[in-house]
Structures are given as C-alpha cells and as structure tokens.
C-alpha cells in the first residue's frame, strides 16, 4: 500500500518559517493536499492542488514539490497555528485516498 | 452554508453492526463524491470509503472490505456507512467529507460521530 511519510512533530518561535514535509513514491505524479486540524475539531484544507490555497486561508500558508517530497510552509507562524497538519493524496494505481501520519505543529 | 451532520453513532459490543448517515445541504449533493474518514482516539485520519456521484463506483480502504458498505440517497442528500462485523480497532470519530472529484481535495467535512466498540 501507499506510504505517505510526515515528521510526527515541529516546533517554531512565532514569527518564524515553519515547513512540513510530506515524502512518497512518485509523490511527484500525485496531487497534494494539505489540512489543519485543532483539537476537537474537524480539518480544513488549507492548500490543495500541491499550491493552491482555498479562499480564506492567509497567504502565510504555502505549498510546494519537489523529487519525491511536498512540503507545506507556514511563514510568520503565529499561535493559532498550533494544529496538527496533515497531507492527503488519492492515489490511483490502489484506488484509494492517503492520509500521511500527521504532524503536529508547537509554537513555541 | 455547507453543512454535513453525521449521526447513527454510538457503543457496540465486538461483532455487532452501526448504521451511520451523513445529511448534507447548502451545496449541489449529487455533484460530488462522498467520503468517510475516521480517527481513532490519539491518532491521524484514516481514509475509509468512497462513493460516486451517481453511486456507481465505491472504494474501501482493506481493513474494512467485506464488512463496511458506502451507499448514498441523492434524493434525500445522505450518505450512509453500513458497519458490520465491528472490531475494537473500529473505535473511532467518524467523519463524512465531500469533494468535487475522486482525485480532489474535501472542502466540506462534517463534525463527526463517535463510534465505540467494546464489550
């Protein structure tokens, strides 16, 4: 099966870049998303589409990709920040939708 | 306003069934794929099923083939997870989302339903 592949942890001073990594297979042939969740809640996207950023997301909030890893990169990290991130893509070859593990965001 | 509302949760003992269902308004039901997603207690997300548009295509993540069924009333905007055969393992918030197309993101997720398996 499909491995997608995050830090469990990062942690950042507020008013620094935090970056997520997110590794797979041929991530590259695959179309990233990107999501927030805080506790209780459920997530929101916060880019899709690898780089696009849906409306009402700062644009603090970035996603890039490169070889076989795509990163999601929050500049200026503020406390609302503090969030798990998660990465997603559907993958075709197994018809099915990957969760990567997770990673849980600390502002310092 | 998009709203997705989740219910049918609950506590079931090891090897009983759950019937969740998801109700969804404030966008066009029959336009997009439907999901269920889960969390276990403490854990990451989970992909669960899949179901298209007109119902015609259904996926299931392995751990849960043979025993979950995805089906959706375009009617009556719901989406239901027909559970069977529970497990502890099964134990978890369970989420349904929408998006646009298989490959897409999910702009839409509701608030989620807990389901606790246990004897």
């Known amino acids: 099966s499909y491995v997608l592949t995050q830090p469990p942890s990062v942690s950042m001073a507020p008013g620094k870049t935090a970056r997520i990594t997110c590794g797979g297979n041929?991530?590259?042939?695959?179309?990233v998303h990107w999501y927030q969740q805080k506790p209780g809640q459920a997530p929101v996207v916060v880019i899709y589409?690898?780089?696009d950023r849906p409306s009402g997301i700062p644009e603090r909030f970035s996603g890039s990709k490169s070889g076989n890893t795509a990163t999601l990169t929050i500049s200026r990290v503020e406390a609302g920040d503090e969030a798990d991130y998660y990465c997603?893509?559907?993958?075709?070859?197994?018809?099915?939708?990957?969760f990567g593990g997770g990673t849980k965001l600390t502002v310092l | 306003e998009v709203q997705l509302v989740e219910s049918g949760g609950g506590l079931v003992q090891p090897g009983g069934s759950l019937r969740l269902s998801c109700e969804a308004s404030?966008?066009?039901?029959?336009?997009?794929?439907m999901s269920w997603v889960r969390q276990a207690p403490g854990k990451g997300l989970e992909w669960v099923a899949n179901?298209?548009?007109?119902?015609?295509?259904?996926y299931y993540v392995d751990s849960v083939k043979g025993r979950f069924t995805i089906s959706r009333d375009n009617a009556k905007n719901l989406v239901h997870l027909q559970m069977n055969t529970l497990r502890d393992e099964d134990t978890a918030v369970y989420y349904c989302?929408?998006?646009?197309?298989?490959?897409?993101?999910?702009?839409?997720w509701g608030q989620g339903t807990l389901v606790t398996v246990s004897s």
């Open positions: 989302a929408s998006r646009p197309m298989v490959y897409a993101h999910a702009p839409f």
């Open positions: 404030g966008f066009t039901f029959s336009s997009y794929w």
């Open positions: 179901i298209k548009q007109d119902g015609s295509e259904t």
């Open positions: 041929n991530i590259g042939g695959e179309s």
């Open positions: 589409s690898d780089s």
């Open positions: 997603q893509v559907w993958h075709s070859s197994s018809d099915c939708v990957v």
